[in-house]
């Protein structure tokens, strides 16, 4: 073990384009690098795993260091789906921060993936394994910067509460967030809270922005069926459940919600025009500006941006026939939208419905739909942000963003707590593998952002220097 952990830093040490002053102290930088390890090898899928072994460990880690027991809460909707909620106190001049990260991970199945996704691996500068991105990165940060701060004797003038909850990727009656604020609000009640969502982002191996995400996209699940009478296989018509599923996918893959920005992202591309040359920056430019040729040509760059522009409806899931002898008596499909803020549940319902063309398929809603109001651009946290931002990547722009995904943020939104999505972890904006094959996050943006995390919370802890 101490050979590797040599090694690893040995690795650190040659690591391109880290600054000394960008990197936490080596021991810090262990205690974090060993809370992911431990985490990311933990199964916590929503449905093949549970998050209780992550709460109990995170729990452990934290009597070891000496934080009481009723600063400690560790429960949850049921027995598997615990969180785990500690609470660092301060003078109490100011309402609490709160610290958000989810313990959940989407499932992920070793013969998709290169390496073992619950084995942690570090390799060509990069850690892999199952939520290394999402989110168990910021949930380790969280727990080593909060345990530094103690280490250190830090006072501030709020307490500081870190949460790391359960089924996130998953929502329904265990989502880790809703329960919370629901049976122990008083837990979790602060003045504002960080949580996942903003990130860096990299194009061609250059940093383009650190992001803060004040809004999101909300999710709907559509079902689509085809019902039929079925029949011999022998005896085909041309009236056929997976052939009517099939066209109407089809013409939804060819399919595009109209391109159009909001108050937020009319904000993110005028401010990335400023850090631009070339033909990007008068894209930019007149995108935010309402050019409907130059939104067009932004999102041909990149998957994000087109999402950012646009709401999107994928299909993700097919199921049909009962035999391979006979007509199919069902056809079904799911198709997943992420919808802009502004476009209405009905709306895209409708604009469904009509690109299907097909009234043998059915569209229904399924399970809930949640969505929160955007917080309020809070310019005192955008300052120490890009403040701290210059001073670790100078040049890079700090950024408000519409995330194109959702978060628990839109609970506590919605529970009257304003939450913004920071990190620090650079990503490149075509490589983006969370939820996906092979999912990773580069050594230096672990430990890069391991620095920003520490400095922003403590600058927004302490007497006269945060919002």
Not at 201 to 217: A, C, F, M, T, Y
Request: hydrophobic share 40%; charged share 25%; aromatic share 8%.
């Amino acid at each position: 073990m101490a050979e590797m952990r040599s090694l690893s830093l040995l690795v650190l040490l040659a690591l391109p384009c880290l600054a000394a002053d960008s990197m936490p102290p080596a021991a810090d930088r262990q205690l974090a690098r060993d809370i992911f390890k431990q985490i990311v090898e933990i199964k916590s899928g929503y449905t093949t795993g549970a998050t209780t072994p992550v709460a109990e460990a995170i729990a452990a880690r934290l009597k070891a260091e000496g934080f009481p027991d009723p600063d400690i809460f560790v429960g949850g909707a049921i027995p598997t789906k615990a969180n785990v909620i500690v609470r660092y106190h301060g003078t109490g001049a100011r309402k609490p921060i709160l610290l958000l990260a989810h313990e959940d991970v989407v499932e992920a199945r070793r013969e998709d993936w290169s390496l073992d996704p619950f084995t942690f691996t570090e390799q060509d500068r990069y850690f892999y394994g199952r939520g290394t991105m999402d989110d168990k990165a910021q949930a380790a940060i969280w727990i080593a910067n909060l345990i530094r701060y103690k280490r250190e004797g830090l006072r501030p003038d709020r307490d500081i509460i870190v949460a790391l909850t359960a089924d996130e990727e998953g929502g329904g009656p265990y989502n880790g967030v809703d329960w919370l604020l629901k049976n122990h609000r008083d837990l979790i009640d602060a003045e504002l809270a960080l949580n996942e969502g903003g990130f860096g982002e990299e194009l061609n191996g250059k940093r383009i922005d650190n992001q803060v995400q004040p809004s999101e996209k909300y999710m709907i699940n559509f079902r689509l069926e085809v019902h039929n009478k079925g029949g011999h296989s022998s005896m085909p018509v041309p009236d056929n459940a997976i052939y009517h599923l099939a066209g109407a996918l089809d013409r939804l893959s060819k399919f595009g919600f109209p391109l159009k920005t909001n108050e937020v992202t009319r904000e993110y591309f005028a401010r990335l025009a400023d850090f631009q040359a070339g033909p990007l920056k008068n894209d930019f430019t007149q995108g935010s500006q309402g050019s409907t040729e130059a939104m067009t040509r932004v999102a041909a760059v990149s998957p994000m941006w087109n999402s950012m522009l646009r709401t999107t409806c994928v299909a993700t899931q097919l199921e049909g026939g009962h035999a391979m002898n006979a007509l199919p008596q069902l056809a079904a499909a799911t198709v997943n939208c992420r919808v802009l803020p502004e476009d209405s549940v009905e709306h895209v319902q409708s604009t469904l419905e009509r690109v299907f063309d097909d009234k043998q398929v059915t569209v229904k809603i399924a399970g809930d739909v949640s969505r929160g109001p955007a917080s309020p651009l809070n310019p005192a946290l955008m300052k120490t942000v890009a403040r701290i931002t210059d001073s670790l990547w100078p040049g890079v722009p700090t950024v408000p963003v519409m995330l194109v995904a959702a978060t628990d943020g839109r609970f506590l939104r919605a529970a009257g707590i304003p939450t913004y999505g920071v990190q620090g972890f650079f990503i490149d904006i075509n490589d983006i593998r969370m939820h996906g094959r092979d999912e990773r996050l580069s050594v230096r943006s672990f430990y890069e952002g391991q620095t920003f995390l520490y400095e922003l919370v403590k600058s927004l802890s302490t007497p006269n220097s945060g919002p």
